[in-house]
């Protein structure tokens, strides 16, 4: 069984050649998804042999899943820019769908986090399991954040993370990166069905169980504020859905208007 390797990127040229040169060695195709980016990202992909496919601007956390049918290959392992696998994991991939691939849908992922240029186990988002190995044609594909991927349970398995086992997933590159970026996640984040005080109640809890008891030291400092800023970006958003304050504040003027020279 064959694995696609696929990528979704938008100005990516720090970024994109690391990636490329490491997938290559072990993809049997690489795809990647460009979202018009203005720099050289395109023709970095072209040094490779890679002609990537051309999707519109969407900005980060919708996903536009529908294109994974661009895989010539049932099994898509899904991945950013920032991501780096082990050979270990790789192979333990192989062997898992060899072994296992058609009574699995989906496989969990473990991820190893750098953030703001630190990786600690002290961190509450040190390793996380991800559902990014796909069977494109069983799984379940939406563009809901954070549940892309989804399977029966019984259709899933989980690759445990183990020395040398992971993908190394290295992102955050400065604070304002991070809010850049989270910005993006929070909007699209409270778009779903449920409700402001579930969300409000979702964010309380990573906020203050984030760091908690881990005897976090000054470099982690960074990790807290920016995390503790994206959820309670979240709750903002939340409390302000299905209101229009541009209308509101249209009204107040014409009343102030009316009230302060009309009756001239």
Same mark, same amino acid.
């Given at each position: ?63 536009e899943m529908d294109t994974l049918e661009c895989a010539n290959n049932d099994w898509v392992f899904y991945m950013t820019a920032s991501e780096i696998p082990t050979k ?34 002290k961190s509450p988002w040190h390793v996380s399991y991800q559902p990014f190995l796909i069977n494109r044609k069983r799984a379940v594909i939406s563009d809901r954040i ?7 349970? $019984? &259709? ?7 020395? !040398?086992?992971?993908?190394?997933? =290295?992102?955050? +590159? ?30 309380v809890s990573s906020i203050v169980s984030a760091f908690d008891g881990v005897g976090i030291g000054h470099e982690l400092w960074a990790q807290k504020c920016g995390w ?11 409390? $302000? &859905? ?7 504040? !249209?009204?107040?003027?014409?009343? =102030?208007?009316? +009230? ?5």
């Amino acid at each position: 069984m064959k694995i696609t390797c696929m990528i979704t990127v938008y100005n990516e040229e720090a970024r994109i050649g690391n990636f490329l040169e490491h997938a290559t060695k072990w993809a049997d195709e690489v795809v990647v998804r460009d979202k018009a980016s203005t720099d050289s990202t395109v023709d970095i992909c072209r040094s490779y042999g890679i002609e990537p496919a051309h999707v519109p601007f969407s900005s980060d956390g919708t996903w536009e899943m529908d294109t994974l049918e661009c895989a010539n290959n049932d099994w898509v392992f899904y991945m950013t820019a920032s991501e780096i696998p082990t050979k270990k994991l790789i192979d333990k991939m192989r062997e898992l769908i060899e072994t296992r691939g058609d009574e699995l849908d989906l496989v969990y992922i473990p991820k190893v986090l750098w953030s703001l240029g630190i990786c600690s186990d002290k961190s509450p988002w040190h390793v996380s399991y991800q559902p990014f190995l796909i069977n494109r044609k069983r799984a379940v594909i939406s563009d809901r954040i954070h549940a892309n991927f989804s399977a029966p349970k $019984e &259709r899933t398995a989980t690759i445990e993370r183990e020395d !040398g086992c992971f993908v190394a997933h =290295l992102t955050h +590159t400065s604070g304002e990166a991070f809010l850049r970026k989270h910005l993006e996640y929070a909007i699209h984040e409270v778009n779903t069905d449920e409700s402001e005080d579930m969300i409000a109640a979702r964010c309380v809890s990573s906020i203050v169980s984030a760091f908690d008891g881990v005897g976090i030291g000054h470099e982690l400092w960074a990790q807290k504020c920016g995390w503790n800023v994206y959820f309670y970006s979240i709750m903002l958003l939340a409390a $302000e &859905r299905g209101k229009d304050h541009v209308k509101t504040y !249209g009204e107040i003027a014409r009343k =102030l208007i009316e +009230t302060n020279w009309h009756e001239q």
